[in-house]
C-alpha cells in the first residue's frame, strides 16, 4: 500500500528565505502527486500536481516541486518566503490502481518569521 | 477555482443529536469524497462515491452515512452524535478527466459536547 512521510512536523523560516517541504512517497510506480496548502478555518488549496510530465512542476503562490524518482520523493521549494506562505502543507499520493484515493501525509506546518 | 461548499461551517450540538453537514458542487463531478481531519493529523477518507447511487466507505471506520442522490450533491450524516465525532470534515470532488485531482472544500468544524 501506498504511504506518504513528510519529514519536519514545523517548518520556520525567515521571510526572504528558501522554503524547502520534504515529502516522501513508498511506490516503485510513480503515481500522480500533489502539494496542498491550508490555511487556518479553511479548505485544501491545490499548489501543484505531478502527473508523469515535466518532472519539475511549478505551482500557484512561487511553489515548485521536483519529482525524484530515484529517491521517491516530491519536495517542495520556493526561493523567497513571504509571510502570507505561513499554513499547513500536505503532500499528497494518488494511488495508480484507478481508486482515485489519495494518500495524505500528516503535514506540515510552516512558519515564517519576520 | 473550485465551486464546492460545505454548510455549515462551524456547528456545536449536543450528544444524542442527529446532524446531517451538506456538501454540494457545482463542476459536475462525478466523484466525491468524505475526509475527517484532526489537528496535527493526516486527512482520513471516511466515504467516497463515484456517481449516483454509489458510495463506498473509506479507510477509516466512521459511524456516519452519506447518500448520493443527485452528481451535486453529497451529505453526510449522524444519526447520533458523541463527543468522538467532535473534528473538522472536509469534503472534496474531482474529475477523472483531470488527472483525478480533488477539490476541496472549506470544511465543518463540528464539536459534540
Known amino acids: 500500500a501506498q504511504s506518504v512521510t513528510q519529514l519536519g512536523s514545523h517548518v520556520s523560516v525567515s521571510e526572504g528565505a528558501l522554503v524547502l517541504l520534504r515529502c516522501n512517497y513508498s511506490s516503485s510506480v510513480p503515481p500522480y502527486l500533489f502539494w496542498y496548502v491550508q490555511y487556518p478555518n479553511q479548505g485544501l488549496q491545490l499548489l501543484l500536481k505531478?502527473?508523469?510530465?515535466?518532472?519539475l512542476v511549478k505551482g500557484i503562490n512561487g511553489f515548485e516541486a521536483e519529482f525524484k524518482k530515484s529517491e521517491t520523493s516530491f519536495h517542495l521549494t520556493k526561493p523567497s518566503a513571504h509571510m502570507s506562505d505561513a499554513a499547513e502543507y500536505f503532500c499528497?499520493?494518488?494511488?495508480?490502481?484507478?481508486?482515485?484515493?489519495?494518500?495524505f501525509g500528516t503535514g506540515t506546518r510552516l512558519k515564517v518569521l519576520a | 477555482e473550485a465551486d464546492i461548499y460545505q454548510t455549515p461551517r462551524y456547528l456545536v450540538i449536543g450528544t444524542g443529536k442527529k446532524i446531517t453537514l451538506e456538501c454540494s458542487q457545482t463542476m459536475g463531478h462525478d466523484k466525491m469524497y468524505w475526509y475527517q481531519q484532526d489537528p496535527g493529523m493526516e486527512l482520513h477518507l471516511i466515504h467516497y462515491s463515484y456517481g449516483v447511487n454509489s458510495t463506498e466507505k473509506g479507510d477509516l471506520s466512521s459511524e456516519s452515512t452519506v447518500s448520493r442522490i443527485r452528481t451535486e450533491h453529497f451529505p453526510l450524516t449522524l444519526e447520533s452524535a458523541r463527543p468522538s465525532h467532535t473534528s473538522q470534515y472536509l469534503c472534496?470532488?474531482?474529475?477523472?478527466?483531470?488527472?483525478?485531482?480533488?477539490?476541496f472544500g472549506p470544511g465543518t468544524r463540528l464539536t459534540v459536547l
Open positions: 472534496a470532488s474531482s474529475d477523472v478527466g483531470n488527472t483525478d485531482t480533488q477539490y
Open positions: 499528497a499520493v494518488s494511488e495508480a490502481s484507478g481508486t482515485y484515493k489519495y494518500i
Open positions: 505531478y502527473t508523469s510530465a515535466a518532472t
